[in-house]
T-cell receptor, first 116, second 114 residues
Framework: GAVVSQHPSRVICKSGTSVKIECRSL??????MFWYRQFPKKSLMLMAT?????????EQGVEKDKFLINHASLTLSTLTVTSAHPEDSSFYIC????????????FGPGTRLTVT | AQSVAQPEDQVNVAEGNPLTVKCTYS??????LFWYVQYPNRGLQFLLK??????LVKGSYGFEAEFNKSQTSFHLKKPSALVSDSALYFC????????????FGKGTSLLVTP
């Protein structure tokens, strides 16, 4: 149980375009989802916390107009990277917290974004 | 603010030997501590957690960790390493009664050689 999927697993886009990444909890409901960014050989940096039906809470230094987060249902959160730049290239990982209140987060497999 | 430190960038162990991956934490309240493992180009997999109770926590794949309040540590251990254990390991902390976000350590790369 407790499976989180991400789509796509890899995406290449051109500078200036937007790309959407989906995060789905497959067998549980998630009131809260988290979006992380990971640079090569680096730790995970929390970008934002996404709560179902409300606005996401962004961490300091993360541009909310650039990284649009929508948590429209208890099983789906999306991250849209708008007007992508090469420096946005990274590994984006989402996680979800079970509505039943368990303490651990379940992580998706990640999405490799390359902006050319 | 809560944080964790993983002092080692890399740990090298021969297969069959015991392994330890170190983690220390700094929090102002009661910590919830977690270990995750990440294989190349993959997301994080949950290994184990400490919330309360027995200081020795047993997790997936034969891993265990010991919560030591006096030393503010939560080291990950395994009695006999496997080559397949080679991966990136992350320690994370959440403070009880705070938000649900986790603060991760920088990660420790474990290399188990045959």
């Amino acid at each position: 149980g407790a499976v989180v999927s991400q789509h796509p697993s890899r995406v290449i886009c051109k500078s200036g375009t937007s790309v959407k990444i989906e995060c789905r909890s497959l067998d549980f409901q998630a009131t809260t989802m988290f979006w992380y960014r990971q640079f090569p050989k680096k730790s995970l940096m929390l970008m934002a916390t996404s709560n179902e039906g409300s606005k996401a809470t962004y961490e300091q230094g993360v541009e909310k107009d650039k990284f649009l987060i929508n948590h429209a249902s208890l099983t789906l959160s999306t991250l849209t990277v708008t007007s992508a730049h090469p420096e946005d290239s990274s590994f984006y990982i989402c996680s979800a917290r079970d509505i039943l209140g368990s303490y651990e987060q379940y992580f998706g497999p990640g999405t490799r974004l390359t902006v050319t | 603010a809560q944080s964790v430190a993983q002092p080692e960038d890399q740990v090298n162990v021969a297969e069959g030997n015991p392994l330890t991956v170190k983690c220390t934490y700094s929090v102002s309240g009661n910590p919830y501590l977690f270990w995750y493992v990440q294989y190349p180009n993959r997301g994080l997999q949950f290994l184990l957690k400490y919330i309360t109770g027995d200081n020795l926590v047993k997790g997936s794949y034969g891993f265990e960790a010991e919560f030591n309040k006096s030393q503010t540590s939560f080291h990950l251990k395994k009695p006999s390493a496997l080559v397949s254990d080679s991966a990136l390991y992350f320690c994370a902390v959440r403070v009880a009664d705070s938000g649900y976000e986790l603060n991760f350590g920088k990660g420790t790369s474990l290399l188990v050689t045959p």
